[in-house]
């Protein structure tokens, strides 16, 4: 019996109507999706044409290149995208795959995934997906409900099992840089201890173009152990932890609550929208966050 264990694509499918459901503020953070020309930039826009300078133009818009070679100073005037790019970055770090109650780590980490490429369909983007991988191109960004069905397919495969190639977060948001667009949507599926490894550089780099939201899978054995003996087995090991024991509890801490707190401190300082995500708590419950970002 997979339930819980290992996702399934009819699941992801179903958990359509459950992210369409919700509304999300995007309107507010992206405006009309005419044509019309700004001389201001901001989420979601892009670079169309240079013109004159004019009184009132922002400074930090000036066009040099153009400004040095006509003599005459020139600013950039930006475009609204008429797409905007979600991108879905796994984690498929092996500790992901290990759950308590109702489901693992890694199928409830495929459910989020399937949402936010749902909810992306009602929002109109393009959906794209990747994960650490030297070796595996991303999903490529597609519109429609087939991008979604290429994103849920990647995820089954993904969480069915702990790749044998996972090259880490890190790796997985280096592709990413290249793939995003300003004004993108970026969703991190991940575990507290894989965005310990992260520089912490990179969030307000991520943050400043992009709408970035970082679900942390957890579980409730993680976050609140017994005071008791506990056997663990994997690969063939039997390992028995005692967490009555203060120095093993700590070790405990260390390990798996510090990882998750750190985050959650430090992330929003960043300008990144941070989610926990139990495995057993239901899997849009971080949805009514997204697209919370004010306008910029």
Same mark, same amino acid.
């Given at each position: 019996?997979?339930?819980?264990?290992?996702?399934?694509?009819s699941?992801?499918?179903?958990l359509?109507?459950?992210?369409?459901?919700?509304r999300?503020?995007?309107?507010?953070?992206?405006g009309?999706?005419g044509?019309?020309?700004?001389?201001? @930039?901001?989420?979601?826009?892009?670079?169309?044409?240079?013109?004159?300078?004019?009184? $009132?133009?922002?400074?930090?818009?000036?066009?040099? @290149?153009?400004?040095?070679?006509?003599?005459?100073?020139?600013?950039?005037? +930006?475009?609204?995208?008429?797409?905007?790019?979600?991108?879905?970055?796994?984690?498929?770090?092996?500790?992901l795959? +290990?759950?308590?109650?109702?489901?693992?780590?890694?199928v409830?980490?495929?459910r989020?995934?399937a949402?936010?490429?749902?909810?992306?369909?009602?929002? $109109?983007?393009?959906?794209a997906a990747?994960?650490?991988?030297?070796?595996?191109?991303?999903?490529?960004?597609?519109?429609?409900?087939?991008?979604?069905?290429?994103?849920?397919?990647?995820l089954?495969?993904?969480?069915?099992?702990?790749?044998?190639?996972?090259? $880490?977060?890190?790796?997985?948001?280096?592709?990413?840089?290249?793939?995003?667009?300003?004004?993108?949507r970026?969703?991190?599926?991940?575990?507290?201890?894989?965005?310990?490894?992260i520089?912490?550089?990179?969030?307000p780099?991520?943050?400043?173009?992009?709408?970035?939201?970082?679900?942390?899978?957890?579980?409730?054995?993680?976050?609140?152990?017994?005071?008791?003996?506990?056997? +663990?087995?994997?690969?063939?090991?039997?390992?028995?932890?005692?967490?009555?024991?203060? @120095?093993?509890?700590?070790?405990?801490?260390?390990? +798996?609550v510090?990882?998750?707190?750190?985050?959650?401190? @430090?992330?929003?300082?960043?300008?990144?929208?941070?989610?926990?995500?139990?495995?057993?708590?239901?899997?849009?419950?971080w949805?009514?966050a997204?697209?919370?970002?004010?306008?910029?």
């Open positions: 019996m997979s339930e819980g264990i290992t996702p399934e694509l699941e992801l499918i179903a359509r109507g459950v992210a369409q459901g919700r999300s503020a995007r309107r507010g953070l992206h009309a999706s044509n019309a020309l700004s001389p201001m @930039r901001g989420r979601g826009m892009e670079y169309a044409e240079s013109r004159e300078y004019a009184i $009132g133009d922002d400074v930090r818009h000036i066009d040099w @290149r153009l400004t040095a070679r006509s003599g005459r100073t020139h600013t950039k005037l +930006f475009q609204a995208e008429r797409e905007r790019l979600t991108l879905i970055v796994a984690d498929t770090a092996p500790a795959y +290990f759950g308590t109650r109702v489901r693992f780590k890694s409830q980490a495929a989020a995934g949402i936010a490429a749902w909810a992306a369909l009602r929002d $109109g983007d393009r959906i990747l994960r650490g991988s030297h070796g595996q191109p991303p999903v490529a960004p597609a519109s429609g409900a087939r991008g979604v069905l290429r994103v849920l397919d990647a089954v495969r993904w969480y069915q099992a702990p790749p044998t190639d996972d090259a $880490g977060l890190a790796v997985a948001l280096e592709h990413a840089g290249r793939l995003l667009r300003p004004g993108s970026l969703v991190v599926l991940a575990d507290p201890a894989s965005i310990a490894s520089d912490e550089s990179r969030w780099a991520l943050a400043a173009h992009h709408e970035v939201m970082v679900l942390l899978l957890t579980d409730p054995l993680e976050r609140e152990p017994p005071r008791t003996m506990l056997p +663990f087995q994997g690969n063939g090991h039997r390992v028995e932890v005692d967490l009555g024991n203060a @120095r093993q509890r700590q070790r405990w801490r260390h390990a +798996f510090q990882p998750l707190e750190s985050a959650l401190e @430090r992330l929003p300082a960043r300008g990144v929208r941070v989610q926990v995500l139990a495995g057993d708590a239901a899997s849009d419950a949805l009514p997204l697209g919370r970002a004010a306008a910029r």
